[in-house]
Structure formats: C-alpha cells, structure tokens
C-alpha cells in the first residue's frame, strides 16, 4: 500500500527576489565600506563602495527587469506595491550615491556618500520590515 501525505508547497516564486537580495547585500557593504573609510580615511575603502555600488546598479536593473517579468506573466499577484517602490527608491539613491563616489578623495564618502549609504539602508530596512510584517507567500497543498 502507498502511503500519500499532502504536502504544502509555495506558489508562484517570484523571479526578481533573487537578483534584488543580491543588490540589497551591495547597498549594504556599501555603507558598511564608508564607514570604515570615515573612520581610516584608507582611499581602499572608498573604491570598494564605488564596486559594491555597481555591483548593486547592476543587479538592482536585472532584479527591475526580472519584477517586469514576473508581474507581465502573473507571477507577482498581488502587486505589492510598497515593496516594489521601496526597491525603486533604493535604486535612485543608489545611483545618485554612485555619481558621489565618482568624486575624488575625502568628498567622495564623507558626508554626502555617507548619508546617501545610510539612507538606502534605512530604506531596505523599512521594505523588509513591512513585507516580512505583510507579506506571506501563497500556500497550495499538493497531493
């Protein structure tokens, strides 16, 4: 005899979570590189935000494209509106941040790169909280 349990499964993954978490981890070291280049004024810490910072460009368009995809063929229903202009908003300070990083010597990070990273952060922090708080994947139990 087959013994058959039903199994709960989560549908319809998203596509663009993947390449957002991977930007997301960028912003993140972003900051985390500008602090240490305020504290050292070590000019390595300074060209490793301006590559965590494309790094994060990047996979940020991919993850913008990939959202695109996904809500064209039904795989983000509902639209969660705040997560996705949250992400958005994320983007666009990153990318001014970018433009202040191209900049030469201590004006590069301190203090307009700095406030920039710290606000992108701030940010990704308010979108998880919200979705984590809201946010729960669509349950089918498959047997």
């Not at 368009?61 to 969660?80: E, K, N, S, Y």
């Not at 201590?106 to 946010?135: D, E, F, K, N, Q």
Request: hydrophobic letters at 60%.
């Amino acid at each position: 005899m087959v013994n058959s349990r039903s199994m709960p499964v989560v549908t319809r993954r998203p596509i663009y979570r993947a390449p957002m978490a991977i930007a997301n981890a960028c912003f993140i070291g972003t900051l985390l590189s500008d602090l240490a280049y305020w504290r050292t004024a070590e000019m390595m810490w300074s060209d490793f935000s301006a590559w965590l910072l494309l790094a994060g460009l990047v996979m940020g368009a991919l993850a913008v494209i990939a959202a695109l995809v996904d809500l064209f063929t039904g795989r983000m229903f509902p639209v969660r509106w705040v997560y996705l202009l949250g992400s958005l908003v994320v983007l666009v300070l990153s990318f001014f941040n970018a433009l202040v990083h191209s900049r030469d010597a201590w004006t590069s990070v301190v203090p307009t790169g700095l406030i920039l990273s710290a606000a992108a952060v701030i940010v990704l922090l308010l979108v998880w909280l919200l979705r984590w708080s809201t946010g729960r994947a669509p349950v089918e139990v498959v047997e």
